[in-house]
């Protein structure tokens, strides 16, 4: 008996090949709700954008009632497309590390603080200070980093502490969606949670030790939920909101780094995803809990751990770029096109820049959250596309610098990678990370790797499969390679070794100029 026969004897029967289940991917910048087939083909899609604010320097916000606005815009668009009654069931992919606030009566206290903020630097560093740094690496799998959650609650304690003590639920993302959708009690996948940097990595519940030491108990955080396990059905009234079926059933998933690396298939530790997004995430399972600075730890949909590597501005970046330093921005539909055409005609170098992308900090291997950009070599001669080759370029070298690291200190070996999101489009991008990192790059068929991880953990939910590796085998799209290129590879080492010296040669002088720009602030 599969999960839909619970939306009623009256609802159409469709044969098991005309099922849907639908991957809600919400994002730091948008939503996309795809409904996928057994096959883990796209049948519909919708989108709906998410606005973000920036009230001060390094402050990012955003209003919860935002994500659930694009949520139901983007069902709605796609369930639009196809009979709601071919769905059966969904499941969410959401931003990581970001955090609401609600009262009582589940209204939000305050905007949310995303991961992107980096408001909390002293806390990072007075509480890991007084918990001890390598207990907490120990508990959460992460090093003291800007990051995740747990840094925020001292922050709001110092800071805002009515707000602190008036929010009865602190929240992520799929908690708040699945509340929206479901109602009745907080809940939420685990595998959403612990990116929060208060889960017990060992036995996969919230940190009694953490939850004391930042003042909170269990009864203000969302219950935990395994990848796939059934967390409620749609009200009537969200169903009308969407366009769905009343009843259809929402199963648990989890943040969209580690469901990345689940629709890419890469349930295999040989098999390595990166994901050319907002933030350049790549990832390898491991089948026991280990923990190193080369890698912060998550828990995989399909059981075990994800070895994952974060560099916080990836495409970000490459956007920040084109809107502030380029005529038109990305208004203009040929801006990036043309970038890539000029870029790709540069030799490797960039003709002598490079490019440090730590514009938010470093966390794996450096977890400096005072680390800044740079960017060395600029003359008269150079141009716009010369520093947007160097950005990627940047970008890549340390990718390649990360994973090289952690093959070392995990003993594992990573055979090729997986790319997905945006940059994998570009011909440039993908061609670099091949020729730098030595390894072929294999692109999916679909980039939207979130929404199809969510899309197998609700076709495990809905019992199409036996298990989530099952669903992963029959639903991942196949690839194909990019290869690396011998003597490109060989030039593109050069300046990985000139990429790791640059961090050393300007760490003092960065936080030197960061606590110089503190000074002058107030």
Known sequence: MHEHDALGSDAPVHPMSDRLVIGLDSSTQGTKAIAWDRTGRAVAEGRAAIAMSSPRLDWYEQEPEHWWQAAAEALSACVAQVDADRIDGLAISNQRE??????????????????????????????????????????????????PCLYTWPWLAENEPKAFQRTAMFADVQAVLV???????????????DPMGIV????????????????????????????????????????????????????????????????????????AYVNLGTAVVSGIW??????????????????????????????????????????????????????????????????GLLLQPY????????????????????????????????????ITLDLVASIDDLERASGQ??????????????????????????????????????ALGAGMLAAFGAGWYDSVEAAAGAMASATEAVEPDRQRHARYAELLAMHRDLYAATRDLNHRMVAFAAANRE
Request: hydrophobic share 40%.
């Open 413 to 450: 070996r990573v055979d090729h990678f997986v790319a997905i999101g945006g940059g994998a489009r570009s011909r440039l991008w993908r061609q670099m990370l091949a020729d730098a990192s030595g390894r072929p790059v294999h692109i999916s068929q679909t980039v939207e790797a979130s």
């Open 98 to 147: 970001t955090l609401g606030f609600f009262d009582a009566d589940g209204q939000s206290v305050r905007p949310a603080i995303l991961w992107l903020d980096g408001r909390a630097r002293a806390q990072v560093s007075a509480f890991s200070e007084r918990f001890g740094a390598e207990r907490i690496h120990a508990i959460t799998g992460r090093p003291p980093d800007l990051t």
């Open 286 to 351: 491991s089948r026991e809990y280990q923990y190193d600075t080369a890698w912060r730890t998550e828990l995989a949909g399909q059981g075990g751990y994800i070895l994952e590597t974060c560099l916080r501005s990836g495409a970000f970046l490459v956007d920040w770029f084109v809107d502030q330093f380029v005529a038109h921005g990305r208004a203009d539909d040929d801006t990036f096109s043309e970038l890539e055409r000029r870029a790709a005609a540069l030799p490797i170098g960039s003709e």
């Open 200 to 271: 017990d990595m060992r036995s996969m519940r919230w940190s009694a030790e953490l939850l004391e030491a930042i003042g909170i108990d269990e009864t203000r955080l969302p219950s935990l939920h395994a990848p796939g396990e059934r967390l409620g059905v749609l009200t009537e009234t969200s169903a009308k909101a969407t366009g769905l079926m009343g009843g259809m059933p929402v199963f648990a998933a989890g943040g969209d780094g580690q469901l990345a690396g689940l629709g890419t298939d890469c349930t295999r530790p040989d098999r």
């Open 359 to 394: 514009f938010s900090g470093a966390m794996d291997p450096h977890w400096d959250i005072d680390a800044r950009g740079v960017l060395l070599g600029l003359s008269g001669g150079h141009d716009a596309a010369h520093i947007y080759r160097a950005i990627i370029e940047g």
């Open 179 to 193: 509340q929206r959708l479901c109602g009745g009690p907080w809940r939420t996948g685990r595998m959403s949670a």
